[in-house]
């Protein structure tokens, strides 16, 4: 199906919108494009219209999704015949109403209880989509696709949307962003706090600092860091020269983002884990711990702007703080480090997304340290930590090799190597920590009494600092707490 012929189709469904506006929002070939670019072009609509009926169809004859829920079955019924009619407003209901059934259904299951409820969902969210692009209700549309990256990840149908509908949107300008006015910046210092942030100096035979070097040769690091499942910290990756010329000199500017992606939708991890929250706070909040989906201008004037001002204020009464040095170590030494951090619902993280495949256009400010294709293959991800200060990354392992990237502010961090983790009590109980890569010890302040063993496990640590790329090995268990507004990139390979 040519992508004009699919034009015809939409207008006829959808009478506001002109065969010439479907023409332009759904793509046809221009005269500079190669050929590779006319196929992409006119395929892609024919292939975001053949994947959701192919999803539409699948349980058609299929009774297991009756057996499971009759009622969203018979919603599911009711869809294909108006699919098939092409009654597009009463199918645009039945989808909000299936919707919310599949929702409601993750929620109560804490995952997708069944493939056909994903797949239900997943269709619903794209046919609303798909109404707001027919009715030209373009930042909606994308808000729409945003939920279903985050819900559904970055799968074929939802990577073909997005790709196809943004340069449209932005070529039509259908929307402007209006400036934010004054310039705002993440802080470009670490200030001083004696009970917050580790001395790295202290008298510990248990602990060592990680050491930092510039990038050495593929063959070095293969031998004295990859194969030996050595900890090293590169000073000098993250550099113009190596293609973060756009993350060093825009990301830094908060309007950069509030101008570009404001009214984008992210998922935002709000709170702390219970074992990294003083008592008090849990007690008094609902929830220790919960996501929500947020725009990115939500998420700076709601968290992270507030966060960066926390920072001032801090950095300002800490220059001028007389206090004893005895008396701070003493506090240090009797109270939960957790105490002092943010109250739980000023916490907030964008943690391990991949706002590189849904942002594509940031994929031109980064790129990628040569190491992480030393062994023959692709990047398997690279996720975005973007959060304020006091977001704490529990100690666990993962199983792919990892560069941790620190781009803005900084952050603690801590780390074993798998021969201490007799020491870790690792948790093998429960789903969510099916891989036994976890451990619920409150690191910083562990209670000696449950876990006595946990204070001879030796460790590395270093505070990671603007620039500095981390390897940190397959199986090597870390803990991370940002100490100021923060802003990481990791490499999993």
Request: hydrophobic letters at 35%; a neutral charge; proline letters at 4%.
């Amino acid at each position: 199906m040519s992508s004009f012929i699919y034009a015809q189709t939409m207008s006829s469904l959808m009478p506001s919108l002109s065969i010439q506006e479907a023409n332009d929002l759904f793509g046809s070939s221009s005269e500079d494009e190669n050929d590779d670019d006319k196929e992409r072009n006119q395929n892609v609509p024919f292939a975001i219209q053949l994947e959701m009926k192919n999803i539409l169809l699948k349980y058609r004859n299929n009774n297991t999704l009756n057996k499971f829920n009759k009622s969203m079955y018979e919603k599911y019924l009711m869809s294909v015949k108006l699919y098939e009619c092409n009654n597009l407003e009463e199918l645009l209901s039945i989808s909000s109403e299936i919707a919310i059934i599949t929702y409601n259904l993750l929620k109560e299951h804490k995952g997708w209880p069944h493939q056909s409820v994903k797949d239900l969902h997943l269709l619903s969210q794209l046919f609303l989509a798909h109404n707001y692009v027919l009715l030209k209700q373009f930042k909606t549309c994308i808000q729409c696709i945003d939920k279903i990256f985050t819900v559904h990840g970055a799968s074929k149908i939802v990577t073909m949307y997005l790709s196809l509908i943004i340069p449209k949107i932005k070529s039509s300008n259908a929307f402007k962003l209006s400036p934010s006015g004054k310039k705002i910046e993440f802080v470009q210092s670490l200030y001083v706090d004696k009970i917050l942030i580790p001395e790295m100096n202290a008298n510990n035979n248990n602990r060592q600092q990680i050491p930092k070097m510039k990038q050495c040769s593929l063959d070095i690091f293969k031998k004295e860091f990859l194969n030996t499942e050595t900890a090293i910290i590169f000073t000098d990756i993250m550099a113009k020269e190596n293609g973060y010329s756009g993350a060093i000199n825009k990301w830094k500017d908060i309007n950069f983002w509030i101008n570009n992606f404001g009214y984008r939708f992210v998922p935002i991890e709000i709170g702390r884990f219970p074992q990294f929250c003083e008592e008090q706070q849990v007690e008094n909040s609902f929830s220790s711990w919960k996501e929500e989906m947020i725009t990115i201008e939500n998420f700076f004037n709601t968290y992270l702007i507030p966060s960066i001002q926390r920072i001032e204020m801090r950095q300002k009464r800490n220059g001028n703080n007389n206090d004893d040095d005895n008396n701070l170590e003493k506090i240090k030494d009797q109270l939960n480090v957790y105490k002092y951090l943010p109250a739980i619902d000023t916490v907030a993280y964008l943690a391990q997304h991949n706002l590189f495949e849904q942002f594509k256009i940031l994929k031109n400010d980064i790129g990628t340290p040569k190491y992480c294709h030393i062994r023959g293959r692709k990047v398997q991800h690279v996720n975005m930590w973007f959060g304020t200060d006091g977001t704490v990354t529990p100690l666990h392992f993962d199983s792919y090799d990892n560069f941790l990237m620190q781009v803005i502010g900084y952050k603690y961090v801590r780390l074993y190597e798998k021969s201490q983790t007799k020491y870790l009590y690792r948790d093998n109980t429960g789903v969510e920590y099916a891989q036994g890569n976890m451990t619920n010890v409150s690191i910083e302040y562990p209670d000696k009494m449950k876990h006595p063993e946990f204070g001879n496990a030796k460790y590395t640590e270093t505070i990671l600092m603007p620039g500095d790329t981390l390897f940190i090995p397959s199986g090597m268990w870390h803990y991370v707490r940002s100490l100021t507004p923060s802003l990481s990139i990791n490499y999993w390979f």
